[in-house]
């Protein structure tokens, strides 16, 4: 009997718990429970229990594995929720500069309007057309920052995206050189155009994008050249056109080139402190470029004026596509017409009924809603 209990109390200890241990083991981990104690594997007495110490070897092998993918699938889950916590974010900006943007250009606007009024009434003495004038060009310059920060925020979001059509390139670049120069010799600077290789007729592309980011070049050259030249170029090659915008004027210094396209950034602030500007254009017109395939880069002599380059590629769009012009028609409108002007913002509509009057000498009659 003796000997009947202790071969039992041997077996129980040797391979009975053992098993019992690892198939309680086993039902947790198949039940997704990971929180299981490391236990100290039993000794192995003698060698029909060889086994079961290598699926015990096994078991910790596996708990370690499930462990580490549990440390990785907690982490990945972390990484998830911050990364949905910054779209989030980055959706509430938007939305918010969308609807600030939208409840400040409203009484721009108004004021833009009125100015307009203002400057058609007659008599006016020159001090009150100069202030006027002054309102007028406040109120623009506040839009233009209103919309660069509004675009931004589109650009950060994603939600900013191109409109690619056929489009005459080189009427396009007619109207960009027509502005450069008014713009260069209004402020008495030296203008000079070049051209090298041919101008296609016709792009396929944002040509309203592109514009813009041209614009953009050229004011700035302007803005930031005292006294001297600049100097736009267009060169044509096989696959790709660049624009260059070439300037005599103070120049950038060469630690700020690293950091010229970042957001709201102004160089050289202290020199530059007199100069308006938000540091939006060159960041947003980075963006725009490199969201048609091209680049745009930017060299420097500090002092002796600037090099940008803006480069996209050549892909040539279809002329059949583009809007046939219609010859100049002599258009004459008659004060005695009947308009109505709808609009639920009484000083919108009392500005639209203003211009309407002033400058055309129409009386429009006004209401605030459609069942009005």
């Known amino acids: 009997i003796v000997i009947l209990i202790f071969s039992f109390y041997v077996t129980y200890r040797n391979i009975a718990k053992p098993i019992k241990t690892l198939s309680a083991d086993f039902q947790k ?33 596996m708990l370690e594995q499930i462990n580490l993918n549990h440390e990785l699938t ?17 959706e509430a900006k938007t939305n918010f500069f969308a609807n600030m943007s939208h409840e400040i250009r409203t009484p721009m606007n108004a004021i833009l309007g009125i100015s307009e009024i203002l400057l058609h009434d007659e008599p006016r003495t020159s001090r009150q057309e100069a202030n006027i004038n002054a309102i007028k060009a406040s109120s623009e310059s506040l839009l233009i920052i209103i919309n660069g920060i509004l ?32 713009l260069s010799e209004n402020n008495s600077l030296v203008f000079t155009y070049s051209e090298e290789g041919e101008l296609p007729a016709c792009l396929h592309g944002d040509d309203v994008r592109l514009r813009q980011v041209l ?52 160089v050289d602030a202290k020199r530059n402190r007199s100069i308006r500007g938000t540091g939006l254009g060159l960041s947003i017109s980075r963006s725009l470029i ?9 060299a420097s002599d500090y002092g002796q004026g600037s090099n940008f380059t803006a480069t996209i590629p050549k892909i040539l769009g279809d002329p059949a596509n583009l809007c046939v012009e219609q010859e100049t028609k002599a258009y004459r409108y008659d004060s005695s017409v009947r308009i109505m002007i709808v609009d639920d913002t ?20 006004r209401a605030a809603s459609g069942p009005e």
């Open 346 to 365: 009484a000083i919108d509509l009392s500005v639209a009924a203003g211009l309407l009057k002033t400058i055309y000498g129409i009386e429009a009659e």
């Open 215 to 266: 614009l953009n070049l050229i004011s700035n050259a302007v803005k930031f050249t005292p006294q001297g030249e600049v100097k736009p170029k267009i060169t044509v090659g096989d696959a790709t056109i660049s624009f260059q915008v070439i300037d005599s004027g103070i120049g950038i210094r060469p630690e700020d080139l690293a950091t010229l396209f970042e957001p709201f950034h102004q």
């Open 29 to 61: 981990i198949s039940s997704e429970d990971i929180h299981i104690s490391s236990r100290t594997r039993w000794q192995n007495h003698t060698a029909k229990v060889a086994e079961l110490d290598i699926l015990q070897k096994s078991r910790l092998k």
């Open 151 to 182: 675009e931004l925020a589109k650009l950060e979001s994603g939600k900013l995206s191109l409109v690619p059509v056929d489009y005459n390139f080189r009427e396009l670049v007619d109207g960009i050189r027509s502005i450069a120069r008014y």
């Open 290 to 298: 490199e969201m048609m395939g091209g680049s745009i880069s930017a």
């Open 74 to 90: 907690l982490k990945a889950t972390e990484e998830r929720v911050e990364k949905e916590k910054a779209v989030a974010a980055s």
